[in-house]
T-cell receptor
Framework: EDQVTQSPEALRLQEGESSSLNCSYT??????LFWYRQDPGKGPEFLFT???AGEEKEKERLKATLTKKESFLHITAPKPEDSATYLC???????????FGAGTQVVVTP | GAGVSQSPSNKVTEKGKDVELRCDPI?????LYWYRQRLGQGLEFLIY????????KSGLPSDRFSAERTGESVSTLTIQRTQQEDSAVYLC??????????FGYGYTFGSGTRLTVV
């Protein structure tokens, strides 16, 4: 059965304190791994898609990396506006539906 | 519109009543999805529509749940005889299917309908 596990569940950072979020997955075949950001009361917002081990993508202070078993979302010198829940999802061989992890809630304090 | 629109944004209903939730996807997006998010939990897949293909209903939790889509536009999720455990945020998303068949463009989500069953 496809499974996505995110850790930690929650992360509290001081502004400027870099850290990483982990997404480990077991899936029958991976077509893509997705990262989303979700703010309270809103739908998830797409950040990145990664397709193969070794791939990296960056957007502002965020950098996503992928290995055969896990993905990391690195937050460099975070700001309070980076506070959100970060969701990881995998697209297995079957087209369409994404399998989501439970998310990591990040709080960045000034 | 520019984004995925869901209505209503909030719905409070009595246990046992039927509810309909509506989703207007981004124009031109061939794929449409419904997910459920319980408080403090991740997104749970419900149903997926892709063009004129038969929908993937594998995530619907019971026969009280059903969904329809008109062509490549509006979708309605119906929950019959609501129960308290149906209380959640129901999220709709749409996407383009890439040439390779993947969804590398990612989904665009609506803001959801918060359903409370009392």
């Amino acid at each position: 059965e496809d499974q996505v596990t995110q850790s930690p569940e929650a992360l509290r950072l001081q502004e400027g304190e870099s850290s990483s979020l982990n997404c480990s997955y077991t899936v029958s075949g991976l077509r893509g791994l997705f990262w989303y950001r979700q703010d309270p009361g809103k739908g998830p917002e797409f950040l990145f898609t990664l397709y193969s081990a070794g791939e990296e993508k960056e957007k502002e202070r965020l950098k996503a990396t992928l290995t055969k078993k896990e993905s990391f979302l690195h937050i460099t010198a975070p700001k309070p506006e980076d506070s959100a829940t970060y969701l990881c999802a995998v697209q297995p061989d079957s087209w369409g539906k994404l399998q989501f992890g439970a998310g990591t809630q990040v709080v960045v304090t000034p | 519109g520019a984004g995925v629109s869901q209505s209503p944004s909030n719905k409070v209903t009595e246990k046992g009543k039927d509810v309909e939730l509506r989703c207007d996807p981004i124009s031109g997006h061939t794929a449409l999805y419904w997910y459920r998010q319980r408080l403090g939990q991740g997104l749970e897949f419900l149903i997926y529509f892709q063009g004129n293909s038969a929908p993937d209903k594998s995530g619907l939790p019971s026969d009280r749940f059903s969904a329809e889509r008109t062509g490549e536009s509006v979708s309605t999720l119906t929950i019959q005889r609501t129960q308290q455990e149906d209380s959640a945020v129901y999220l709709c998303a749409s996407s383009l299917k890439g040439r390779s068949g993947g969804f590398g463009y990612g989904y665009t989500f609506g803001s959801g309908t918060r359903l409370t069953v009392v």
